[in-house]
Each structure stands twice: as C-alpha cells, then as structure tokens.
C-alpha cells in the first residue's frame, strides 16, 4: 500500500524557512516522481515542485523559483522541499504527492496532479 506522509509545517514569519519532508512507503521509491503541492483556502491545489527519484530531474512553478528547492534521501525514501523567503501567499496545506515516473512526463504530473496523496500539512505564514 502506497503512503506519503508529510511533516514540518508550522508557523513562520515571512522572509523565514520551513522544511516539510514526505516520508514515503509501499512502492519501488527509485521509480517514482514525488511532488509538492499546496491548496490555499478557497483555491485549487497547484503543483510546487516534483522530483523524478531516478536521475534527480526536478521542476518548480515560476511563483517558488529560486525560493524554494526539492531534494530526496533515497537511503531513508524520504523527499525534502526546504522553503525559504517565505510570503504569506505561500500559506496553504501541503501535499506530496507520487506517481509512477514512467506513466507521464514529470512536468505533467507536476501540472495536473499525482495518482497518490498524503494527508498533507498546514504551513501559515504571517505578515
């Protein structure tokens, strides 16, 4: 059975640094992509970041370029996002996301969402 399970979210001033991991299970990590996504109250989830396990690809939405960066630990099946220069429209809850890399392009499932979720977490931050 496929789990993700994130951590790390909290409260932060903006212009601070969070970093949510994505603990994974149940599936050949090296395989997969996994993402970040988030929902802000009222919007849609969009894609934040994706990572292809095997090779290291990664893709970032323009809005957390240069703020923002995906790495793995593939000995602990684990997924980083380390977000720094935090804004108050970065507030929403999180969620990685995984797919099977060889189903889409990355890009793809970092545009229109992954095939697994975790529960996600809440990350606020204030102005």
């Known amino acids: 059975e496929v789990q993700l399970v994130e951590s790390g979210g909290g409260l932060v001033q903006a212009g601070g640094s969070l970093r949510l991991s994505c603990a994974a299970s149940g599936f050949t990590f090296d395989d997969y992509a996994i993402g970040w996504f988030r929902q802000a109250p009222g919007k849609e989830r969009e894609g934040v970041s994706c990572i292809a396990i095997r090779g290291g690809s990664t893709y970032y939405d323009d809005s957390v370029k240069g703020r923002f960066t995906v790495t793995s630990d593939n000995a602990k099946n684990t997924v980083y996002l380390q977000m720094n220069g935090l804004k108050p429209e970065d507030t929403a809850v999180y969620y990685c996301?995984?797919?099977?890399?060889?189903?889409?392009?990355?890009?793809?499932?970092?545009?229109?969402?992954?095939?697994?979720w975790g529960k996600g977490t809440l990350v606020t931050v204030s102005s």
């Open positions: 996301g995984t797919e099977d890399l060889s189903l889409r392009p990355l890009v793809a499932m970092c545009r229109h969402g992954m095939n697994y």
